[in-house]
């Protein structure tokens, strides 16, 4: 039977420090997670929240053995009560790291876990991590069908899509890290360019990526880039995020991946003529950045030659209906991407329309449903929770009209519930089921008093 459960992810691994060896243990995250018996009787840990969600607590491991991310569980409505019977985790969390030592070492006598306070000795370890990329990862990063099959738990209807995200990165990152000559490396290395109406999850296929993938991504915002003279950011700020995602290993970070989000934003017209032409600037650095070029900041010298660069836009207007299939090179070039822009990119995908039965496929399948969100929340607080097909035909249908894709899901989601969760928190109720309002009750709710 599956548990709900709270408490520590740490990870494990053996450092040598001046001639001795440790078992050294780092504090990564505070989490809730559903524990559960699986079929060959091994109990499993998924983590539902935190910067882990999603992830199987017992993936978090490598095949070489070079690091463990161990669970350790607290008794959920003890830490509830201990937190003044407040149910905020993102609360609780904050409190719980900051209150908490980094990192702990196993005593040899007890094995229980230490605090390091060896000032010496942090220092040290916390240089170390400059050069061990190696966060977010899931068991054998290098695995693409593992890849897969995680990011479709997630984003539903776009299987062929991720798919195609996913081998395309997958190839570049073989190819940047083989012996092949640089000149081989540029016409073998893709750059991509992700189109779909909004909300069909362009951003979140990459965020997932950004999670279980052992390579360093940034995802920029495409907004608050200016070209250089104008206020506002840098193509070289986005390659020193990179660079501090890589852990400062800049050999690291050149054969990063930086997804470049609202893509399309650097098309459109302005009244505001300074403004666009700083956009179509910004365009012509992206030209130097896409070529692979040298480029500087502070005293460090970044070769985007390596550089994997993924664009996401969705293009609202490009066309008179949902589907972007059909859209060819001179589409984007009327709509303002620069021709010599649109050639660079030779990879293009096309994000699937969202259609009413895609909306209830994600509210009952996706791990991000806010359905089963609020169903781990509500199983978290101990009130019975149930809802039926015509709720979930009623929240699909309410999506579809206000034409922002899934992300409108949750919003809608928690408008219909918001004035319930009140009553529930005051304690006066032990149940709700989510119902289609009629005339008799115009809520989509009903709720049952406690005993």
Request: charged share 30%; aromatic share 10%; net charge negative.
């Amino acid at each position: 039977m599956a548990k709900i459960n709270i408490g520590y992810l740490l990870k494990k691994k053996q450092v040598n420090y001046q001639n001795k060896e440790y078992e050294i243990f780092e504090l990564v995250d505070y989490t809730t997670c559903i524990s559960f018996i699986n079929v060959n009787g091994s109990k499993l840990y998924n983590v539902t929240s935190g910067n882990y969600s999603g992830i199987y607590a017992s993936k978090l491991t490598n095949d070489k053995n070079e690091r463990e991310y161990i669970f350790i569980n607290q008794d959920l409505e003890e830490t509830i009560e201990h937190n003044n019977n407040i149910v905020n985790f993102n609360k609780m969390r904050e409190k719980e790291i900051s209150s908490k030592a980094k990192y702990y070492f196993r005593s040899q006598n007890d094995k229980t876990l230490n605090p390091i306070k060896n000032e010496d000795l942090i220092n040290y370890l916390e240089k170390e991590k400059q050069t061990d990329f190696d966060e977010n990862l899931l068991e054998n990063s290098s695995d693409i069908s593992a890849m897969y099959s995680a990011i479709k738990q997630t984003i539903i209807s776009q299987d062929e899509q991720i798919m195609q995200i996913l081998t395309a990165l997958y190839k570049n990152q073989k190819v940047v890290n083989s012996d092949l000559d640089t000149d081989l490396i540029a016409k073998l290395k893709e750059s991509i360019l992700i189109y779909g109406s909004t909300g069909t999850g362009k951003t979140e296929i990459l965020k997932r990526i950004s999670k279980i993938y052992n390579v360093p991504i940034v995802i920029e915002d495409a907004t608050s880039l200016s070209e250089t003279g104008y206020v506002g950011r840098k193509v070289t700020d986005m390659l020193e995020d990179l660079y501090l995602a890589a852990g400062k290993n800049i050999k690291l970070a050149e054969k990063g991946i930086l997804v470049i989000d609202e893509f399309d934003k650097l098309a459109e017209k302005s009244e505001d003529n300074q403004s666009h032409v700083s956009r179509l600037g910004v365009q012509r650095s992206l030209l130097k950045l896409l070529d692979g070029s040298l480029f500087y900041f502070d005293d460090k010298k970044f070769d985007t030659s390596k550089l994997t660069i993924v664009g996401l836009g969705a293009f609202t207007g490009i066309t008179d209906s949902d589907d972007y299939k059909n859209l060819s090179s001179n589409d984007f070039i009327k709509y303002g991407i620069m021709r010599e822009l649109m050639g660079r990119f030779s990879k293009t995908i096309a994000m699937n329309p969202l259609s009413k039965e895609d909306m209830i496929k994600i509210l009952k399948e996706s791990d991000f449903s806010p359905l089963n969100t609020y169903k781990k929340l509500f199983e978290m607080l101990n009130v019975n929770f149930d809802f039926n097909d015509e709720f979930i035909e009623y929240i699909a249908s309410l999506a579809i009209e206000k034409h922002s894709g899934a992300r409108s899901l949750k919003a809608i989601f928690d408008d219909c519930i918001s004035s319930a969760l009140f009553r529930i928190f005051a304690g006066e109720y032990s149940g709700i089921s989510l119902i289609k309002p009629d005339e008799r009750n115009n809520k989509p709710y009903v709720l049952t008093k406690k005993k």
